[in-house]
């Protein structure tokens, strides 16, 4: 006996039900397949990059060792060098403190300079380097150009000027006004270490001592106490702040640069102390050439 078209029926459903399942199961195998993919390539960047901020790290602790005398004693101007750990090569920098603008310190004309070197005009300018010294200074008075906690009310913000001394450079992110291009720009010239007024051009960027020179008429003006001693000249462990930067980049290519803020103070006791350990985005940049050693 032939079967009904009922019959028929039944089984056209049961092969359209086989068939979506099918399709369903494809769908979902895809899916997980895409998942899979997706999670070794973070997998893979994220030790990638562990791997990049280790050898940074490392480029940063052979810096200081070479600080304290161990091995050669690097350029403390912010000249790049090359250094070889774990058969990878990291461009390592050190600059002495003296040589960077120190936010607690510096005066008016010294900020508005590194202020016109992030493309500040005039009344921004003005602007930037009175709400910076309102920040710092401890009274409530509102300077010319400058901004108090009724500013930052006024702006909306959820916080007022600090009244006291920038604790880092970051804070300098936090001032009235200051735009996270112009900060991208100036961080690299800042310090809150060095507890100078001026600036000492043996150890500075050549592009901030050419600003300050072109504002001032000479670059010496700058430099109260004459210069320090350089690397060259030192046979043994150097004393003072300095910055230290590193960048490396891993074998799958992630990039990692850390910049740290060390002591020396020379004693065999307690020879160093770091200061600042973070993460940055930029490089010291070369005051001569690039070295290798």
Same mark, same amino acid.
């Given at each position: 006996?032939?079967?009904?078209?009922?019959?028929?029926?039944?089984?056209?459903?049961? &092969?359209?039900?086989?068939?979506?399942?099918?399709?369903?199961?494809?769908?979902?195998?895809?899916?997980?397949?895409?998942?899979?993919?997706?999670?070794? &390539?973070?997998?893979?960047?994220?030790?990638?990059?562990?791997?990049?901020?280790?050898?940074?790290?490392?480029?940063?602790?052979?810096?200081?060792?070479?600080?304290?005398?161990?091995?050669?004693?690097?350029?403390?101007?912010?000249?790049?060098?090359?250094?070889?750990?774990?058969?990878?090569?990291?461009?390592?920098?050190?600059?002495?403190?003296?040589?960077?603008?120190?936010?607690?310190?510096?005066?008016?004309?010294?900020?508005?300079?590194?202020?016109?070197?992030?493309?500040?005009?005039?009344?921004?300018?003005?602007?930037?380097?009175?709400?910076?010294?309102?920040?710092?200074?401890?009274?409530?008075?509102?300077?010319?150009?400058?901004?108090?906690?009724?500013?930052?009310?006024?702006?909306?913000?959820?916080?007022?000027?600090?009244?006291?001394?920038?604790?880092?450079?970051?804070?300098?992110?936090?001032?009235?006004?200051?735009?996270?291009?112009?900060?991208?720009?100036?961080?690299?010239?800042?310090?809150?270490?060095?507890?100078?007024?001026?600036?000492?051009?043996?150890?500075?960027?050549?592009?901030?001592?050419?600003?300050?020179?072109?504002?001032?008429?000479?670059?010496?003006?700058?430099?109260?106490?004459?210069?320090?001693?350089?690397?060259?000249?030192?046979?043994?462990?150097?004393?003072?702040?300095?910055?230290?930067?590193?960048?490396?980049?891993?074998?799958?290519?992630?990039?990692?640069?850390?910049?740290?803020?060390?002591?020396?103070?020379?004693?065999?006791?307690?020879?160093?102390?770091?200061?600042?350990?973070?993460?940055?985005?930029?490089?010291?940049?070369?005051?001569?050439?690039?070295?290798?050693?």
């Amino acid at each position: 006996m032939r079967p009904g078209p009922r019959r028929y029926r039944q089984r056209g459903m049961a &092969l359209i039900i086989v068939l979506w399942l099918v399709v369903l199961l494809s769908v979902m195998a895809a899916g997980h397949a895409r998942n899979v993919h997706t999670d070794s &390539l973070l997998s893979a960047r994220q030790i990638g990059l562990a791997e990049a901020r280790a050898l940074a790290d490392a480029g940063v602790r052979k810096a200081i060792l070479r600080l304290l005398g161990n091995g050669p004693v690097p350029p403390v101007d912010g000249t790049l060098f090359k250094v070889r750990l774990a058969g990878d090569t990291v461009s390592v920098g050190v600059r002495d403190s003296r040589g960077l603008v120190d936010l607690n310190a510096a005066g008016a004309d010294l900020l508005s300079v590194v202020m016109g070197l992030a493309g500040a005009d005039g009344e921004e300018q003005q602007k930037l380097v009175g709400a910076i010294m309102d920040w710092r200074d401890k009274d409530k008075l509102t300077r010319l150009h400058g901004a108090e906690d009724g500013d930052y009310r006024a702006a909306g913000l959820s916080w007022t000027a600090r009244d006291d001394s920038f604790s880092a450079v970051e804070e300098l992110r936090f001032v009235i006004g200051m735009r996270p291009e112009i900060y991208a720009s100036t961080a690299r010239y800042f310090t809150v270490h060095s507890g100078r007024s001026t600036l000492d051009p043996n150890f500075a960027p050549v592009g901030l001592v050419d600003a300050v020179g072109a504002a001032t008429g000479s670059a010496a003006k700058i430099n109260t106490g004459g210069a320090g001693p350089t690397a060259q000249q030192v046979t043994g462990p150097l004393r003072g702040t300095y910055h230290v930067y590193s960048t490396a980049t891993g074998r799958s290519g992630a990039t990692a640069s850390i910049e740290a803020v060390v002591r020396i103070s020379g004693r065999l006791e307690n020879p160093y102390l770091v200061l600042e350990w973070r993460e940055t985005s930029y490089e010291p940049g070369p005051k001569t050439e690039v070295r290798t050693g």
